[in-house]
Structure formats: C-alpha cells, structure tokens
C-alpha cells in the first residue's frame, strides 16, 4: 500500500472485509457471500455521505447479485462529471476481481479495454490478488475506480475528450 | 450477382438507345466499360470447392489432402485422416486465435469451437466462420459470440466443451483439446476453472505487449500445474518487463512471458508440477485423481520399456562403434524443474500478483455473524443509501 494516499488508506482500513470466498456458482456460500458484499457496501456508502464524499451509486441488477449497475461520479474544477457504471461477477470470483466498466468512456482513452473496461492491471490488481478473499465489490470501487476517476477524469476534461452536460447543451 | 451484373448492362444499353444526345453516349459508354470489368472481376472469384468425403493421397489438383496424406508415406504419422475425428476449441479469435484456427483448418481438423465476445464489423467468430469456410469447407464449424468470464457465458461454454454429438463414441469432453488464445488474465483463470473441472487438458499461450516475446504452455489437469497453481511470473531477460511499459498506454492485459524471446532468440522450457496447496478445488481434485493412477501408470511404462529393451536386444542398431558415439540423455542439460509449490523460483524471476496473505484468524471473528441478516434487508439498506 505504499504510495497511496493517507485519506483512501484510512477509508479502506474501514471498509469491513469479506471472509466467505466463494463465487457465483458456489450456490449457498455465494449468497454468504453476497450479505458481505452488501455489509461492506453499506459501511462504505454510509461512510463517504457522511465524509461529504458521495461518489457512487450501485445496486445488484438481477437478484442473483451476479450483475451491477449503477453511476459514478467525479468532480473537476467544480464541476461533477458522471458516468454509468457497470460490472459482470465473474466465474472465479474472488479469484478475479470484477472488471469494472464505463461503457459512455470505451474509445475515449487508452486507459481501457474493449466495452469501456477500466484498467486496473498496475494499481489494483496485485492488491486484490494478496488480500482474496477479504476485498469485496467496495474494496475494488475504492482502490480501483475512484483513483482511475482521479486520474483519468481531468486528462479527459482538459483535453475535450468529454464534455460537461451542461456545456453541451449550451453549446449545441 | 451475375443476375445483377447482366440486369445492369442491360439497362445500360436501354439508356444509351434512349438518349440519343451524343454529350451522355460517352460517359454511359464508360459505365458500360465499368460494368464489363465489374463481370470479369465476379468470373475469376475464386469458387469454393465442395466437401471431400475421404482423405486421398492421390497427386491430383482436385485433391487438397495429397500432401497432407504424404505425411502417412513418409512414417511421420501413422493416420493421417483421424484428424477429421479431433474438436479443438480455439477461445479468443484474435492475434493467435485466428491463426491457429487458420492452421488447423489447412490441416483438415474434424472441427473447430470458436469463442470471442468482441465484434470487428460483424462477430469475431462470425468472421472467422466465413474465412474458415471458404479456406476448407470439411471442417466443422462451430460458432460463439459470448464472454466466458460470466455466469451466462460461463454455462454456455461448458455446454458447449461437454457436448458429444460430434463423436459419440469418445470419453471426456465433446472436445480433445482447448486452446487459450485470450488477452488478459481473466478468462484465463475461466479457461483453467473450465479444463480442471472437465479434467480437459489444454495449451495456454500469450504474447508480449512489444510482440517480441511470448509463452507457451501444457496444461494437463492433475498432472502438470495448472494456472492457478504458479501465478503469473515475469521473466526478467535482461530487463524487468515493467519497465517496458509507456506512458500512455494502458499496461498489458497480456500477463508475463515466460518463454520465448525472439529478439535473442531464446526459448526456455521448463515443467511446472502442481501445487498441493492450489486456490483452485478442481485442480486439487485432479491431483488426487492422478496421484491414484500412479500405479497403473507405472505398469503401463515398465511394459513399454521392457517391450523396448527385448526388441533392443533381438537386434543392435549398430555391430561396431568405431568412433565411441554416445547418446547422452537429454536431462543431463535440462534445467532443474520448477516447483509450483517451493515458492522458491529460479534466478531472474519474480512472481507479478503476489498470492494471498495468510488469513489473520482474529479478524475471522470480527466479520462472523453476518449470517442473521437477511439478503433482502441488506439489499434494502443499500437502496435507502442509493435513494439520496
């Protein structure tokens, strides 16, 4: 966790952990699984309101909790910027983490793969490998997209590549 | 479009007949001329050519296996034509993919399973099913457009690896081997989970983000690692690939090279053996499996070398050795084996993931008793924290 940042360390040492591993085809251990994962995320999301550092939305969009959707957002030079966020549970997780998606993103930046998949491979990956099965879905919102927004939301504002809402219809 | 072609000159002629003004007659002239390139174009298209239903070795242009059936005459195969009994599923059709289903299809495989998610105008595996198609049209071919990484895509696949409607009469899966062609380190792990719970042996293969270096791997479940058992490893030829990576570009999806450098043409080899204490249940399963075996195998190898060495002595190769040639067994130069398990790798590498810490068995207690909560309670927490 070197070169991370005192805040996020702070706030993750509070995310509470996961302690089932178990995936989405482990039947009764996955929905073990999934009450951690909703525990975590309700720490986190009750964390960052009350932090005054709301910065997502996400809820289950099938009720095997194999699918989430939901919003993120991020603010640059006072302006807030969102995107939809979206993610499969893979197979073999938590083996894997889940590969979060801005699909309005796909082709604007380097910083991807195909389908709007954020890049993960340097920052994140490697933690989420050493802490399975204890990192959740909040673990890999914290660690893996909130700094890819911080990173990646200003170089794609300041280079035009993204617009304002408000700015693009004023303009158009 | 040899209708299309006729119907527009055709029309062509109509029109020249019905403008009689000399300032269009050139320009539909030239159209004319256009369209009669057009149809000498659509008659040299090449024509696909029909199925062949046995495998010859006749010399004959019509016959696309003569050099192929060759391969019997000479002694390197034994039957050239069961290859039309093999599957191989190829997943990921990109860089590798397409080409080793492109080899495949020359050689005359039985058939080919094809799995990508990705599109380049039309499906990826659509694409390469009307390539495939036209190259060899005996071969057959089986399409899927789905990502294996989820649950939906993940059953799919299974299905599809399990189905025997192709032979009937084979043990195993409804394939003989699976080719990983993908790009990242996630469907990977997929194809891994897949080939250890199907006990289905399979070659992993990955290239480098500079294109210069790639790795190749066996896979045979139980019996070799399997690739949950070494995580990912960087080989450090000179330079540690990390410092490869450019500003700008996102850092590769690919995982490490293990294997061949082509810029020093450098091909190392070395067997992995599995990891007893694999994250992965399957491959732990199919350890147990094959470490059961091991006598059977034991008796199957002593029959064949005492079978060696009796038709060894019925008949020495050679009566003199004037110049004392020996042959010297190929382990004497081979590098030590890499144990999965040791922890301990050779000189040069390092592990890219690092595995899981060990678990802190006081915080086990903290998190314990989540089990009272109801899912749709915590659900419902989650939305009333979603709702403002």
């Known amino acids: 966790m070197e070169g991370w940042d005192p805040n996020t360390k702070s706030t993750l040492t509070k995310i509470p952990l996961l302690t089932t591993k178990a995936g989405p085809r482990d039947g009764a251990a996955w929905t073990q699984r999934l009450k951690e994962e909703y525990k975590s995320l309700i720490a986190y999301t009750g964390m960052n309101k009350s932090n005054d550092n709301d ?3 996400i809820s289950a969009a099938n009720p095997e909790g194999t699918r989430w959707t ?18 499969d549970i893979p197979v073999t997780y938590p083996a894997t983490a889940p590969e979060l998606e801005l699909p309005e993103l796909d082709g604007k930046t380097h910083k991807m793969y195909r389908g709007g998949k954020i890049c993960l ?11 399975c099965p204890r990192f959740g879905i909040a673990h890999a919102l914290c660690l893996g997209l909130a700094p890819w927004l911080a990173a990646e939301v200003p170089i794609l504002v300041d280079s035009g590549m993204i617009k304002h809402k408000d700015a693009a219809t004023a303009s158009s | 479009m040899e209708a299309e072609l006729k119907g527009l000159m055709k029309d062509l002629e109509a029109l020249k007949r019905a403008i009689p003004d000399q300032s269009h007659q050139d320009s539909i002239s030239k159209m004319q001329w256009r369209a009669d390139q057009l149809v000498d174009l659509a008659n040299s298209a090449p024509s696909r050519r029909s199925k062949v239903k046995d495998m010859s070795a006749e010399v004959v242009d019509s016959n696309p296996y003569s050099r192929l059936m060759a391969l019997q005459r000479m002694g390197i195969v034994e039957n050239y034509e069961r290859i039309r009994e093999f599957s191989v ?8 993919g397409s080409v ?17 998610y990705d599109t380049v105008g039309m499906t ?14 005996d071969v057959v071919l089986e399409s899927y457009t789905l990502n ?8 799919t696949f299974m299905a599809s690896l399990t189905n025997k409607n192709f032979s009937t009469s084979k043990s195993g899966s409804g394939v003989d081997l699976v080719l990983s062609c993908v790009d990242n380190y996630e469907a990977r792990m997929v ?4 080939c250890n719970e199907l006990n289905q042996t399979w070659m992993e293969s990955g290239v480098s983000e500079d294109a210069v270096s790639g790795h190749i791997q066996l896979l045979v479940p139980g019996e070799t690692a399997c690739f949950a058992c070494a995580p990912p490893l960087v080989v450090a030829s000179g330079v540690d690939e990390r410092t490869l990576k450019r500003e700008g570009v996102c850092a590769a999806s690919l995982p490490t090279t293990m294997g061949y450098n082509a810029l020093k043409d450098y091909f190392p080899t070395m067997e992995m053996k599995p990891n007893p204490q694999c994250s992965n249940s399957a491959c732990l399963e199919r350890q147990k499996e094959f470490a059961l075996a091991k006598p059977a195998r034991d008796a199957i190898a002593k029959a064949k070398m005492e079978a060696e060495a009796s038709s060894l002595a019925q008949c020495p190769v050679h009566e003199d050795n004037e110049w004392n040639i020996s042959v010297v067994a190929d382990s004497d130069v081979e590098s030590p084996a890499v144990h999965g398990s040791s922890g301990v790798l050779p000189a040069g590498l390092v592990h890219e993931l690092p595995s899981a810490d060990e678990f802190p068995s006081s915080l086990a207690t903290e998190e314990a008793s989540t089990s009272v909560e109801d899912l749709e309670e915590l659900r419902r927490q989650l939305e009333a924290l979603n709702a403002d």
């Open chain 1, 70 to 87: 939901g919003k993120c957002w991020y603010v640059h030079n006072l302006l807030k910027y969102e995107f939809d966020l979206q993610f």
């Open chain 2, 148 to 155: 294996i990484t989820t649950v939906e895509g993940f059953e």
């Open chain 2, 100 to 116: 080793a289903a492109e080899m495949l299809t020359r050689c005359g495989i039985g058939r080919l399973l094809l799995y990508d």
């Open chain 2, 89 to 96: 599923a190829i997943v990921g059709i990109g860089g590798v």
């Open chain 1, 121 to 131: 491979t340097v920052h994140f990956k490697p933690l989420w490998a050493k802490n």
């Open chain 2, 191 to 194: 194809v891994n989970q897949a």
């Open chain 1, 55 to 57: 910065w997502f939305r």
């Open chain 2, 124 to 137: 990826k595996t659509d694409a390469a099913v009307q390539t495939l198609a036209d190259i060899n049209p």
